[in-house]
């Protein structure tokens, strides 16, 4: 089979390779039929050390169960399904109390000798516990709308989730890639009355209001900062959800928060030393959560309302590519001449 690895920055091979095969009772082989690429798989594109042995590459996809387990009964060859983009067992103390990323006996793909998703097909350890049928009758038109479960609006959900968003809220949103849009969609479903989208690509920030953002500032830095201040009558914003992962980032998130207020993070931070002291979070009493998103915790509620319309998260998707032309994916997404690309293997 073909899939996808990463040798270095910018070095993106497509490859051919054994295909999968069940290792573990608990495995499934899934044939994907849509996948993509994510942000975060844009940090190594940028400054992966350069590498003899490649990355496989990909973690969010759908697809079509063809081998299970002996201990898989609940799926069957033919199923279609979506996976979380961490895999889990479910059934595990963490995974009990919501936090599937931590599961005891999880981990991720592309890793430990688990492929990655930007393939022809996978091995998906854990799979009762990971995949997720979807019905079978589904419409082509919302399947890109059912891929975002597997992350990007879920984790925009889950930093509005982990902020506890509530009707009335102003809700500032750093960052207007795929994940901060999901977040401003999450937040208007939740209910807040003000939502602030910090990001300045205009072809982004029109799709955030359409999500539900009602104010759009494009200044970055002490300047927006003091935009979104003047926005919220100098109070700031009850909850900030940060969805880029980079330092500035964040203290544009304690600049803004309200006194008591939120920052939910959900952006890989691409750094270890965030300040937490008297003049970012101690000062304020702001609270400060957020991380890798357990999608499994919210994938079967979110499902019914992709299916019935009441969200369109597959909109952050903006291009498409087959899966010998994943590099190009890469760096469209790099360049930002797009937004989000489709994988279709």
Request: charged share 20%.
């Amino acid at each position: 089979m073909r899939a996808t690895f990463m040798y270095g920055p910018g070095d993106v091979r497509v490859e051919e390779v054994p295909d999968p095969t069940i290792v573990e009772p608990t495995d499934a082989v899934v044939r994907v039929t849509l996948a993509c690429v994510c942000g975060s798989d844009l940090h190594p594109y940028r400054s992966m050390p350069a590498t003899d042995d490649g990355a496989p590459m990909g973690h969010e996809f759908l697809g079509v169960v063809e081998q299970v387990g002996d201990a898989v009964t609940d799926l069957a060859p033919g199923d279609l399904v979506v996976s979380p983009f961490a895999f889990s067992d479910n059934t595990c103390p963490f995974c009990q109390d919501g936090f599937h990323t931590a599961c005891q006996h999880g981990g991720w793909y592309g890793a430990g000798g688990v492929g990655g998703a930007q393939a022809e097909k996978i091995r998906v350890p854990q799979a009762s516990g990971t995949l997720v049928k979807l019905p079978s009758d589904v419409d082509e038109s919302q399947l890109p709308g059912l891929l975002t479960l597997a992350d990007v609006y879920l984790t925009g959900y889950h930093a509005a989730f982990m902020a506890k968003v509530r009707p009335g809220q102003t809700v500032a949103v750093i960052g207007d890639g795929a994940v901060g849009l999901s977040a401003v969609l999450a937040a208007k479903q939740m209910g807040a009355d003000k939502i602030i989208l910090m990001g300045r690509h205009t072809d982004r920030t029109d799709l955030g209001r359409k999500f539900g953002a009602t104010d759009v500032v494009a200044e970055r830095g002490a300047e927006g900062v003091a935009k979104v201040m003047d926005l919220t009558g100098g109070e700031g914003s009850h909850v900030v959800l940060e969805a880029v992962g980079h330092m500035p980032a964040y203290e544009q998130a304690y600049g803004i928060v309200r006194p008591g207020g939120v920052i939910s993070r959900v952006g890989v931070p691409q750094y270890e030393d965030a300040p937490v002291g008297f003049g970012s979070l101690f000062g304020k009493n702001a609270t400060l959560n957020g991380g890798p998103a357990p999608v499994r915790a919210y994938i079967e509620a979110a499902i019914p309302q992709v299916l019935s319309g009441e969200i369109d998260p597959g909109l952050v998707f903006d291009a498409e590519v087959s899966l010998d032309d994943v590099a190009e994916g890469y760096r469209l997404m790099d360049s930002r001449e797009k937004l989000k690309v489709l994988v279709r293997p």
